[in-house]
């Protein structure tokens, strides 16, 4: 039986989850509305509205599992991994497209991407898809490798299946596992740095020719720069998370492990939260969905005192 503590951050890990559903279930509503009714959508645009969808889908699961903690294997479920696979690439490319956009990088490779990146958005929202699948066959066929060897352990009392599923688990699943999640999570950190050195440098020429304090494109990097390096520290916490939890250094019955789960969904969700606030066009969606429930809130309240 868990702990009250341990009760407790499960209960915030699921009221996170639920808040982060709802912000992410906002987000698609209004992009996918759109890009229904226009059968298009602005390329930076339709990498959030597919992160947004995503991450609904991991919250959801995430939210499940957490009901039943004691039983499932939740970090090797093989939908799970898929969708997080596809959140990690979907991450990397949102971090790749500020950076190609919004950078002032005058390397001969960047101006290739700035004519390319929006036209070449489809095809890596597909090709991450393609990519997820592919990389996760090889984690399910593992995980079904180890839970039938486990079973015949557990059947036969085998010393020597033990030390082979052991040995099996450090050098053929766990490996791939953190190459899968490793490669989008790098194409995100230079992506971020180089951001960084991006505004850097922008900020020095600032000092050298003395602009207005409005510049605009000062103003585009801060915006850009502050959600992702805001989600870079989450980001890195929820990474390690990851490696901690398949590598079995805790439970999911352990105090720490909640508590840590709680902080870097809680980055996952206030991410989310930064996404809507940073883009006018959901800005006005959440706008004027607020004006309309009060609207509604007065209209049903007069016609009770009526």
Same mark, same amino acid.
């Given at each position: 039986? +868990?702990?009250? /503590?341990?009760?407790?951050?499960?209960?915030?890990?699921?009221?996170?989850? @639920?808040?982060?559903? @709802?912000?992410?279930?906002?987000?698609?509503?209004?992009?996918?509305?759109?890009?229904?009714?226009? /059968?298009?959508?602005?390329?930076?645009?339709?990498?959030?509205?597919?992160?947004?969808?995503?991450?609904?889908?991991?919250?959801?699961?995430?939210?499940?599992?957490?009901? !039943?903690?004691?039983?499932?294997?939740?970090?090797?479920? $093989?939908?799970?991994?898929?969708? !997080?696979?596809?959140?990690?690439?979907?991450?990397?490319?949102?971090?790749?497209?500020?950076?190609? *956009?919004?950078?002032?990088?005058?390397?001969?490779?960047?101006?290739?991407?700035?004519?390319?990146?929006?036209?070449?958005?489809? #095809?890596?929202?597909?090709?991450?898809?393609?990519?997820?699948?592919? $990389?996760?066959?090889?984690?399910?066929?593992?995980?079904?490798?180890?839970?039938?060897?486990?079973?015949?352990?557990?059947? &036969?009392? !085998? %010393?020597?299946?033990?030390?082979?599923?052991? $040995?099996?688990?450090?050098?053929?699943?766990?490996?791939?596992?953190?190459?899968?999640?490793?490669? +989008?999570?790098? @194409?995100? /950190?230079? =992506?971020?740095?180089?951001?960084?050195?991006?505004?850097?440098?922008?900020?020095?020429?600032?000092?050298?020719?003395?602009?207005?304090?409005?510049?605009?494109?000062?103003?585009? &990097?801060?915006?850009?720069?502050?959600?992702?390096?805001?989600?870079?520290?989450?980001?890195?916490?929820?990474?390690?998370?990851?490696?901690?939890?398949?590598?079995?250094?805790?439970?999911?019955?352990?105090?720490? &492990?909640?508590?840590? *789960?709680?902080?870097?969904?809680?980055?996952? %969700?206030? &991410? =989310?939260?930064? /996404?809507?606030?940073?883009? +006018?066009?959901?800005? #006005?969606?959440?706008?004027?969905?607020?004006?309309?429930?009060?609207?509604?809130?007065?209209?049903?309240?007069?016609?009770?005192?009526?």
């Amino acid at each position: 039986m +868990p702990s009250s /503590l341990t009760l407790f951050f499960i209960v915030i890990f699921c009221l996170e989850s @639920l808040a982060a559903m @709802l912000q992410n279930g906002f987000i698609v509503a209004v992009l996918g509305r759109e890009w229904m009714q226009c /059968l298009t959508l602005p390329s930076g645009d339709m990498i959030v509205a597919c992160l947004a969808a995503s991450r609904f889908c991991l919250h959801g699961m995430a939210l499940l599992a957490s009901f !039943n903690f004691c039983s499932i294997v939740y970090y090797f479920n $093989t939908p799970w991994d898929l969708i !997080n696979t596809l959140t990690y690439w979907l991450t990397a490319w949102l971090a790749v497209f500020y950076c190609v *956009k919004i950078s002032s990088l005058s390397h001969p490779i960047f101006f290739w991407l700035k004519w390319r990146i929006s036209r070449s958005v489809p #095809k890596l929202l597909l090709g991450s898809l393609i990519i997820s699948g592919v $990389t996760v066959i090889p984690v399910a066929t593992g995980n079904l490798i180890l839970q039938q060897m486990i079973a015949s352990q557990s059947s &036969h009392g !085998n %010393c020597t299946l033990a030390d082979r599923t052991q $040995t099996f688990y450090r050098y053929f699943l766990l490996p791939n596992v953190v190459l899968v999640w490793l490669i +989008p999570f790098l @194409l995100f /950190l230079v =992506s971020t740095l180089l951001l960084m050195f991006s505004l850097h440098r922008h900020l020095q020429q600032m000092r050298d020719h003395r602009p207005g304090p409005c510049d605009p494109s000062t103003q585009a &990097h801060t915006m850009a720069l502050r959600s992702l390096a805001f989600f870079l520290i989450f980001y890195t916490s929820y990474f390690l998370s990851l490696i901690i939890a398949v590598n079995k250094i805790t439970t999911l019955q352990n105090l720490w &492990h909640w508590a840590w *789960k709680v902080v870097t969904y809680a980055g996952i %969700c206030l &991410h =989310s939260s930064i /996404l809507v606030l940073s883009s +006018p066009k959901l800005r #006005k969606s959440l706008k004027m969905m607020v004006w309309k429930a009060s609207e509604k809130r007065q209209f049903i309240s007069s016609c009770q005192y009526q």
